[in-house]
C-alpha cells in the first residue's frame, strides 16, 4: 500500500538530489510551473486533509522524525495523530508554505527569499535539512489520490523539481544561520576584527 515514491530507494533518490553536496537543483520549467498551478487549484480543497496524510505518513515512514516535534515526540498512535489540532495546525502552516511557494513560482526572487527565511527559522527549531526532502517526497504520496488521474509522471516530475529548488534554498538558509549563530556564539576576541585587517 501507498505510492510509487515512498519506497526508500525512490525517497533516498529523491534526496540524495536535496543533499548540500550536490549541483544547483534545476528550477521548474514554464510547463511545469502551470502543471503545478493547475494541480495547486484542486490540491488547496483539501489542504488540511492533505497536510495531517503528509504528517502521519512521515512519522510512519520516518519515525525519528517525531524528535524534531516536541508535541508529538511521545506519540505512538498515529490514529492519535491524526486528530491532533496541533498536527492540523503544524500541517496547515506547512500547506500555507507550499501555497506561497507554488504564488511565487513566477517570482524567483520572493520564492528564494520566502524559502531561505524558513531555512533559517528551521535552524531554531532544531529541524535539521535531512528531513525536509522526506516532506516532499511524503506530499506527493498524498495529493495522488487527490488528483486520480489527473495525476501524471511529468505532473509528478514537477513537483519533484519544485521541491527540490525550495528544500536546497531552506537548506542553504539553515546553514546562512547556523553559521551566524557559530558567529555570535564566539567571544568578542575570537571574532575576526574587520577593524585590523591591514596588519
Known sequence: MGCAISGLAAKSEF?????????????????QIQMIKDSWKVIRDDIAKVGIIMFVRLFETHPECKDVFFLFRDVEDLER????????????????????SVARLDQLDRLEALALELGKSHYHYNAPPKYYSYVGAEFICAVQPILKERWTAELEEAW????????????????????????????PKERPDKRNTAL
Not at 25 to 31: G, I, M, R
Open 15 to 31: 534526496a540524495e538530489k536535496t543533499s548540500e553536496d550536490a549541483a544547483a537543483p534545476a528550477y521548474p520549467s514554464e510547463d
Open 81 to 100: 495523530l491524526r486528530t491532533s489540532r496541533e498536527l492540523r495546525a503544524h500541517g496547515l502552516r506547512v500547506m500555507s508554505f507550499i501555497e506561497k
Open 160 to 187: 519533484k523539481t519544485m521541491f527540490q529548488f525550495v528544500t536546497s534554498l531552506m537548506n542553504q538558509g539553515y546553514q546562512e544561520e547556523s553559521a551566524r549563530q557559530r558567529q555570535l556564539a564566539l567571544s
